[in-house]
T-cell receptor
Framework: GESVGLHLPTLSVQEGDNSIINCAYS??????FIWYKQESGKGPQFIID?????DKRQGQRVTVLLNKTVKHLSLQIAATQPGDSAVYFC??????????????FGSGTQLTVLP | DVKVTQSSRYLVKRTGEKVFLECVQD?????MFWYRQDPGLGLRLIYF???????EKGDIPEGYSVSREKKERFSLILESASTNQTSMYLC??????????FGSGTRLTVV
């Protein structure tokens, strides 16, 4: 079946550097994408979303890029801080299908910020 | 802010017990979901509901049931708990086709 996946399961970055977390999706009908952050022992927390009519969206220290041509999503975190250490998930909504209100989640990338 | 509250953070139950996991949201969301999260398996959908008294099976409904008698509350029921149901359980809610708001999770251990 179709799924959302991540290129790398773990990522380590130096404090202060920028982080880039990648996600590949396979459903061309997906029109809404979200990034979540999950800290240890907690529920996932919404970071930023983007709709398929956009290529880029910026938030506070985060930017999401969407490349529909290659079905690729990325999350960029500027000036990574220790508090950014967490698992990051991408999720997609499969457009106007019957399960349109459901999200499909990637397996997650563990981001570790080194001092 | 939308808040999704799960009644317990940690729960230890015995094999064969009937277990109730409660989830309440305070923003009038029509959609509610129950997931379990296991290392290496990611988030797997157990049941979901798009309206009061409505429920649909997700990808792994076996051994579970749900109840949604009120819009704000979505309960997950383990009819007879087994050790393979030891997991982190996450409740989420959403409005129409938007992103989910998750609860803090319930870590259930079945012994």
């Amino acid at each position: 079946g179709e799924s959302v996946g991540l290129h790398l399961p773990t990522l380590s970055v130096q404090e202060g550097d920028n982080s880039i977390i990648n996600c590949a999706y396979s459903n061309s009908a997906s029109d809404y994408f979200i990034w979540y952050k999950q800290e240890s022992g907690k529920g996932p927390q919404f970071i930023i979303d983007i709709r398929s009519n956009m290529d880029k969206r910026q938030g506070q220290r985060v930017t999401v890029l969407l490349n529909k041509t290659v079905k690729h999503l990325s999350l960029q975190i500027a000036a990574t801080q220790p508090g950014d250490s967490a698992v990051y998930f991408c999720a997609e909504n499969k457009g106007s299908s019957g399960s349109a209100r459901q999200l499909t989640f990637g397996s997650g990338t563990q981001l570790t910020v080194l001092p | 802010d939308v808040k999704v509250t799960q009644s317990s953070r940690y729960l230890v139950k015995r094999t064969g017990e009937k277990v109730f996991l409660e989830c309440v949201q305070d923003m009038d969301h029509e959609n509610m979901f129950w997931y379990r999260q296991d290392p290496g398996l990611g988030l797997r959908l157990i049941y979901f509901s798009y309206d009061v008294k409505m429920k649909e099976k997700g990808d792994i409904p076996e051994g579970y049931s749900v109840s949604r008698e009120k819009k704000e509350r979505f309960s997950l029921i383990l009819e007879s708990a087994s050790t393979n149901q030891t997991s982190m359980y996450l409740c989420a809610s959403s409005f129409q086709r938007t992103g989910y708001t998750f609860g803090s999770g319930t870590r259930l251990t079945v012994v």
